[in-house]
């Protein structure tokens, strides 16, 4: 079984990481999106929310798993005996910095190898940074992200 890693902070999760997960989803047989924890850095929602809130956005789609881990991302593809990192591209931008990030995993963990996947141009722009941005001066976040993290954060925001 071809286990793909799809890692990141997902705070909150939007519609373009659920498009590149749809993605992965067809291509490999088993996705575990693996929401990385950071002690020393504070995220905008907690680490417990944000997996609660991706399992309620993609209970539809059945060879996902969510998972949250602390370390490297290399470590925590070992031990879930993953040798697929998967990884979103919305912009050039974006590919600079994934493809330094993939050598450095590959270095340290040759058996593991990076699938970038391309957003569709509707998500291009959309970026967690810029739903949280939205929320926090009180616009509509609902065309950004899924129903269930919408619905949490209008209510827990009081929009």
Do not use: W
């Amino acid at each position: 079984m071809t286990i793909a890693i799809y890692p990141g902070s997902f705070d909150p999760i939007t519609n373009g990481h659920i498009d590149i997960l749809k993605s992965g989803a067809e291509i490999f047989e088993k996705v575990i999106i693996a929401v990385s924890y950071n002690a020393n850095k504070q995220g905008f929602l907690p680490i417990d929310t944000r997996v609660k809130l991706i399992k309620d956005s993609v209970v539809d789609i059945k060879n996902v798993e969510v998972d949250a881990f602390e370390g490297l991302t290399v470590e925590y593809a070992k031990k879930r005996g993953a040798s697929v990192l998967l990884r979103g591209l919305r912009t050039s931008f974006d590919f600079e910095y994934e493809m330094q990030l993939s050598q450095t995993n590959h270095a340290l963990y040759n058996n593991i190898k990076t699938v970038f996947l391309i957003t569709k141009p509707e998500y291009n722009f959309i970026s967690s940074s810029c739903v949280r941005e939205i929320l926090i001066n009180k616009g509509d976040i609902k065309p950004f992200v899924p129903k269930a993290v919408a619905d949490y954060l209008i209510t827990a925001y009081g929009i």
